[in-house]
């Protein structure tokens, strides 16, 4: 019998720390889901108007290079984001073919009301660890992303 049949499969599977960070991941991004939910956001949104804020003015089709989204996907979230007063489309002053996006001060007020939310809702998320062990996990999710991150530079 392999570890894939009979008893002890599951417990194999739940073994495995890319099931268990999974897992987690996974209950965290549902806990900052709800929490930004109080500002009207869902994650998504909260992710194009948080890139938008870093690098605006910017043109659409640098925010779909940058976050990896669909450009239709994009669109329609910056749609969201205008209809909100969160975010602006206006000519690009650069190439005026282009859109150039830019965060508004209500989309700035948000974003910081958003952050301490994300920033609760995670402290609820590793509340069952100590404030050593907290900086200590973060710690090494961070060496294995960079060793991941470092894997795909050229």
Same mark, same amino acid.
């Given at each position: 019998m392999t570890r894939t049949e009979g008893p002890g499969a599951l $417990? /194999?599977?739940r #073994?495995?720390?890319s099931w268990l960070v999974g897992r987690v991941a $996974? /209950?965290?991004? #549902?806990l900052?889901?709800?929490?930004?939910?109080?500002?009207g956001l869902r994650p998504p949104q909260h992710t194009v108007l948080a890139a938008v804020a870093e690098h605006g003015p910017v043109a659409q089709a640098d925010l779909?290079?940058?976050?990896g989204l669909d450009a239709k996907d994009v669109v329609l979230l910056l749609n969201d984001l205008e209809d909100a007063g969160l975010a602006v489309r206006r000519p690009d002053p650069r190439d005026r073919r282009k859109n150039a996006v830019t965060v508004t001060?209500?989309?700035?007020?948000?974003?910081?009301?958003?952050?301490?939310?994300a920033e609760r809702a995670n402290a609820e998320l590793l509340s069952p660890l100590s404030a050593a062990e907290g900086r200590q996990l973060m710690d090494l999710l961070d060496r294995v992303h960079e060793a991941r991150a470092g894997d795909?530079?050229?």
């Open positions: $417990a /194999h599977l #073994s495995l720390p $996974a /209950h965290g991004r #549902s900052v889901a709800e929490a930004i939910a109080e500002e779909v290079r940058r976050l001060q209500s989309g700035t007020q948000t974003l910081e009301r958003c952050a301490e939310l795909r530079r050229p």
